[in-house]
């Protein structure tokens, strides 16, 4: 049994469809916490999990009717009941 205790990274990235940038940033804010082996950054799994469910849950629409055409950049994406609505950070 293979289990793995760290990860670098790109394995980061992979693992979580995350951009490096993001993850990078995320060790900066002091949200993810990484530590350093030589020139190596590497995030251990159990920092890894902490800082996913740490993360906001998806809020889902709950209207049936697409969203009126001049709703402009704060709803992105039309919202139907069981889809995920995705909002500006404006």
Same mark, same amino acid.
């Given at each position: 049994?293979?289990?793995?205790?760290?990860?670098?990274?790109?394995?980061?990235?992979?693992?979580?469809?995350?951009?490096?940038?993001?993850?990078?940033?995320?060790?900066?804010?002091?949200?993810? !916490?990484?530590?350093?082996? $030589? #020139?190596?950054?590497?995030?251990? /799994?159990?920092?890894?999990?902490?800082?996913?469910? =740490? +993360?906001?849950?998806?809020?889902?629409?709950?209207?049936?009717?697409? !969203?009126?055409?001049?709703? $402009? #950049?704060?709803?992105?994406?039309? /919202?139907?009941?069981?889809?995920?609505?995705?909002? =500006? +950070?404006?």
């Amino acid at each position: 049994m293979d289990i793995r205790i760290s990860y670098t990274i790109n394995e980061v990235a992979e693992i979580t469809t995350l951009g490096r940038p993001l993850i990078y940033a995320e060790i900066k804010r002091g949200k993810l !916490r990484a530590r350093k082996v $030589g #020139r190596r950054t590497i995030v251990i /799994a159990h920092d890894l999990r902490e800082y996913l469910n =740490s +993360l906001p849950q998806c809020s889902v629409a709950l209207s049936k009717r697409p !969203r009126e055409a001049g709703a $402009g #950049r704060a709803a992105q994406a039309t /919202a139907y009941e069981g889809t995920l609505v995705r909002r =500006s +950070l404006r």
